[in-house]
């Protein structure tokens, strides 16, 4: 039993599912006495883990504990091979995926490196996102993770594909979604040399159309593909992959810039190649997105500094599709739950306003962070929000409709009910209350604050939606809209 073996694995290596699996279903199954994952820590019944606290081992060492363990300790004596070396590596990624340990194996991102080296012999997959949509796993094992690593541009979904010549059927939601208009997206890598590959199929424009999308894509500034004009390529509902290879890379990031001649550009996936270990973390931009102005008619006097993420100004909303609505740095207003809501964008006194009515008391919606790269919605924190409200409504002022505004955070027992549970983070006003509501009618602030006894350090408690109800004095008659929604010290969990 060498337990050094397991210190020689290369972290990039690391399957983090077998880990999981061992850790629930091997000959030694942990869960009997830690339980399972919790969204905090492994709760027991007979010795919790918290991965953020480990008192028995570091996480640089955990693979050599729990390799020694499996021989002899856990009162198991259950397995000491080298197979179970390799397990330990395996459990011991898939704990330090719940930690904020960065020293140690941190490289998993839930991506699959799984496709075969091409002929320059080392290159895998170090990024593949399916463009406006979600994670998918094609019938050959691929793994695509949700979009993500994207500027600007709209996300759309055809609903009439229900087949394409030489696509598996499991294979569709590849090509289904897209991200068109104006965009660039920058993955984050080393400096080196990387090969890309651009998934694209015009599934809008009808075969007739030659001529009415032609788009140009640089990678870091240099042309990889010119004049593109898919109908001309293949045709309606036919896909087709562009490689660009060795795309040098010297400032950190792999940045694919689309522009269109005629119309708008069109992506449906996008693979970046090179050498294993070749990511770099990712970093948000938690900056100011947007213009960020007070509206013109509004009172109160919200200042924005370079921490606060502006979620929505007046500016750069899209068309209300379905219910929902994209919002400044790829977040959407979405999961409206009363079945006759009306949400609208208005034209107000200055830029849009975000319109809510035609529903009863006790509902609303979600706004929900951009998925990272496993495709759940990124888990952020935040000191407060300063929102801009205006009403259309018979209430008197004084007696105007009030409304809540709180935290849905990883891990939460019922994310989408249960807003009088005790554990429900909701946002107060300056005298600690909740709901809220404004003094005129007019466009007004009201200045939020996060709810003193979060810890934002722990895991499992940090926010990945936010949700909006309205409450006392509202009605379906009534009507709020939405100004302007800035988070302040926002940041995004790394
Ligand atoms: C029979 C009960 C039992 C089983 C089964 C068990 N453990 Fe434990 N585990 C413990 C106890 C008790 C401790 C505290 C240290 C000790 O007594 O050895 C512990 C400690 C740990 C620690 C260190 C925690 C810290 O705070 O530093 C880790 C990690 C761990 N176990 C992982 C596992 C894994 C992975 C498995 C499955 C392969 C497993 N355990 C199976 C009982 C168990």
Redesign the pocket.
């Known amino acids: 039993m060498s337990s050094s073996s397991a210190a020689a694995v290369d972290c990039a290596d690391v399957d983090v599912s077998a880990g999981e699996d061992?850790?629930t279903g091997?000959p030694?199954?942990?869960?009997?006495?830690?339980g399972t994952y919790n969204g905090m820590v492994?709760p027991g019944p007979?010795?919790?883990?918290?991965p953020n606290?480990?008192?028995?081992?570091t996480h640089a060492e955990?693979a050599q504990?729990?390799d020694a363990?499996?021989a002899g300790?856990?009162?198991?004596g259950?397995c000491a091979d080298a197979a179970c070396s390799n397990?330990?590596v395996e459990?011991?990624k898939?704990?330090n995926k719940y930690s904020n340990d960065t020293n140690w194996c941190n490289t998993d991102t839930g991506m699959s490196s799984s496709s075969a080296p091409t002929g320059d012999g080392e290159f895998v997959d170090l990024y593949a996102i399916n463009a406006g949509g979600k994670a998918i796993t094609l019938q050959d094992g691929t793994e695509f993770t949700a979009d993500f690593y994207s500027n600007a541009g709209n996300t759309g979904a055809l609903t009439d594909l229900f087949n394409i010549e030489g696509v598996a059927q499991q294979d569709l939601d590849l090509y289904r979604t897209e991200r068109w208009g104006e965009f660039t997206y920058d993955f984050p890598v080393k400096d080196g040399t990387y090969d890309v590959k651009l998934y694209v199929m015009e599934g809008w424009f009808g075969p007739q159309n030659a001529g009415n999308r032609v788009f140009d894509v640089t990678a870091e500034g240099q042309n990889i593909a010119t004049d593109v004009d898919p109908l001309v390529k293949t045709g309606h509902d036919k896909p087709f992959v562009i490689e660009a290879q060795n795309i040098q890379v010297t400032d950190g990031k792999l940045s694919l810039d689309f522009t269109a001649s005629v119309d708008a550009a069109s992506i449906r996936a996008i693979v970046v190649r090179g050498l294993e270990g070749n990511k770099a973390p990712y970093e948000a931009d938690t900056g100011t997105v947007g213009t960020a102005a007070v509206p013109d008619d509004c009172s109160g006097d919200s200042q924005v500094t370079a921490n606060d993420f502006v979620l929505f100004d007046g500016s750069q909303v899209g068309a209300v599709a379905g219910k929902t609505l994209g919002l400044h740095g790829n977040w959407v207003l979405q999961e409206v739950w009363d079945a006759n809501a009306k949400l609208e964008t208005e034209n107000a006194a200055s830029g849009k306003a975000i319109a809510y009515s035609n529903a009863g008391i006790f509902t609303g919606f979600k706004f929900v962070a951009p998925s990272d790269m496993t495709g759940t919605a990124s888990a952020f924190k935040f000191s407060g929000a300063d929102i801009y409200i205006d009403y259309e409504t018979n209430n008197a002022p004084g007696n105007l409709p009030t409304f809540g505004f709180r935290v849905n955070y990883e891990g939460e027992a019922n994310p989408n009910g249960s807003g009088a549970a005790s554990t429900a983070k909701w946002m107060v006003d300056s005298n600690n209350q909740e709901p809220y509501s404004a003094n005129s009618k007019g466009c007004s602030l009201i200045q939020l604050k996060a709810p003193l006894n979060w810890n934002w350090d722990a895991p499992g408690h940090m926010g990945n939606k936010l949700i909006w109800e309205m409450k006392n004095g509202w009605s379906n008659s009534d009507k709020i809209r939405i100004r302007r929604i800035v988070f302040k010290d926002f940041e995004y969990k790394m």
């Open positions: 061992f850790y091997g030694v199954n942990c869960t009997q006495c830690h492994f007979v010795r919790p883990i918290d606290d480990l008192t028995e081992t955990l504990y729990l363990k499996m300790g856990f009162n198991m259950a397990r330990a459990m011991a898939y704990i």
